[in-house]
């Protein structure tokens, strides 16, 4: 493992981005920061981070012969690494939230972005960037369910050693899309999903709200939902969420 360390910069996934294409740097290189000035979530989002409080980071990961058709087992793969980190600091119930957010019950603590660099129908190399909430105590009221391993545990985490185990963690479920173990990553994943084969109410971003559950996560990434009729819908991000959330 790599660790490049940086006190300030726009986005670690640009720089780890920049450095990759510019050089041949191995996988699992590390880019960890103390302050980002435009840390980026899913769709263009913002993730606000106070300075050196949380664990501002990007990782680049390259796995040989990585169809793109099978890019979401990465996400799974990475969700299940951050996961399984943070459960060892923690005892209360954890999920991951589709597609790869991390909550504790019902609250948001680490965020995951995936950008992958193409090469035909093959993966060259992936840019993992998380943010996860650590030592910071309090978030910002435009912000909703959100917390920090702080203040569920009450006291002051190691940040360095709770990076070095979220990346030997991913590079553990990573050998499960290197060996083709799918079904079993797949399995893993679906088991660790917040509200997954639980009847919800759910948000369409057209206002729409309905009861359903979760069943699958299609191939491409979808999230599946049984309607009450039992007909099967499937949805895309940003095309629905939890109502209550």
Known sequence: MNIIKLNAIDSTNSYLKELAINNEISSYTVVVAKH?????????????????KNLTFSI??????FKVSHQFYLSMAVSLGVLKAVKTKVTMPMFIKWPNDILAEKDKVAGILIENMLSGTAIK??????????????????????????????????????????????QYYVEFIEQNEFYKLKELYLNSLYKYKIPSMFEENNGAIFLGKIIDISKEGKL???LENETIRKFNLKEIKFANR
């Open 36 to 52: 980002q000035t435009a840390g980026r979530g899913q769709m263009g989002t913002v993730w606000l981070s106070e300075d050196d």
């Open 60 to 65: 680049l990961i390259k796995i040989s012969n």
């Open 125 to 170: 190399q992936s840019i993992i960037g998380i943010g996860l909430n650590v030592n910071q105590k309090q978030f910002s009221v435009t912000l909703k369910n959100v917390t920090s391993l702080m203040n569920i545990t009450g006291e002051t985490i190691d940040k360095e050693q709770l990076l070095e185990t979220i990346v030997n963690n991913i």
């Open 224 to 226: 599946v939902i049984e």
